[in-house]
């Protein structure tokens, strides 16, 4: 079955704009969380949806922002972008019963602020 | 909070074996699971502990020590493909998952 799929890859904006990544999950699972990389920090918890609910939040600002919709597909929204926000932002989903523990995730979108 | 701590950096020889430590605190905790990541590519799973003691799935073994909040990622004979960034990730309180800063591991000649 196909994978996670994030679109855009790569994506080059300048400072104060806003950006909307995408995240389509394994076919039937309901839980998708976006993280955060850059290098030396890890994967930075951002939020997590599960059935059109988010369920979890991390310690970003408010201009960092998530959906689900009904089919599971998610987005997320960063407004008035800074140099900071340049990162590895990854997808990922999780179905089943979770007791695995398991996190599939996408390639990851790769934005640049300049 | 949640907060995990593993070594920045591994290096080992080709064949050997290597050992990469985690220490986390969380409020909650369901399990600890490991997660590869090479240069370019995305986080894969490895391996899940929700209980004491050691798992192994081929080459690969993790431990969890949940009395000391520990837990490691055992690599046997290490090959050049092993390469790569390794992370350990906390389930805690309302299914959040937490991760480490990530362990990269060099396997030399």
């Known amino acids: 079955k196909a994978g996670v799929t994030q679109t855009p890859r790569y994506l080059i904006k300048t400072r104060g704009q806003q950006v909307t990544l995408s995240c389509s999950p394994i076919?039937?699972?309901?839980?998708v969380s976006w993280y955060q990389q850059t290098p030396g920090q890890g994967l930075q918890f951002l939020f997590e949806?599960?059935?059109?609910?988010?369920?979890n939040k991390g310690n970003f600002p408010g201009r960092f922002s998530g959906r689900q919709f009904s089919n599971s597909r998610s987005e997320m929204n960063v407004s008035t972008l800074e140099l900071g926000d340049s990162a590895l932002y990854l997808c990922?989903?999780?179905?089943?019963?979770?007791?695995?523990?398991?996190?599939?995730f996408g390639e990851g979108s790769r934005l640049t602020v300049l | 909070g949640q907060s995990l701590e593993q070594p920045s950096e591994v290096t080992a020889v080709e064949g050997a074996i290597v050992q990469i430590n985690c220490t986390y605190q969380?409020?909650?905790?369901?399990?600890l699971s490991w997660y590869q990541q090479h240069d370019g590519g995305a986080p894969t799973f490895l391996s899940y502990?929700?209980?004491?003691g050691l798992e192994e799935t081929g080459r690969f073994s993790s431990f969890l020590s949940r009395s000391d909040s520990y837990g490691y990622l055992l690599l046997q004979e290490l090959q050049m493909k092993d390469s790569a960034s390794y992370f350990c990730?906390?389930?805690?309180?309302?299914?959040?998952?937490?991760f480490g800063t990530g362990t990269k591991l060099q396997v030399i000649p």
């Open positions: 502990n929700a209980l004491d």
């Open positions: 076919s039937g699972h309901r839980s």
């Open positions: 990730a906390v389930r805690g309180g309302y299914q959040k998952v937490t």
């Open positions: 969380t409020s909650g905790f369901y399990g």
């Open positions: 990922a989903s999780r179905g089943g019963r979770g007791d695995d523990g398991e996190l599939f």
């Open positions: 949806y599960f059935s059109e609910t988010q369920r």
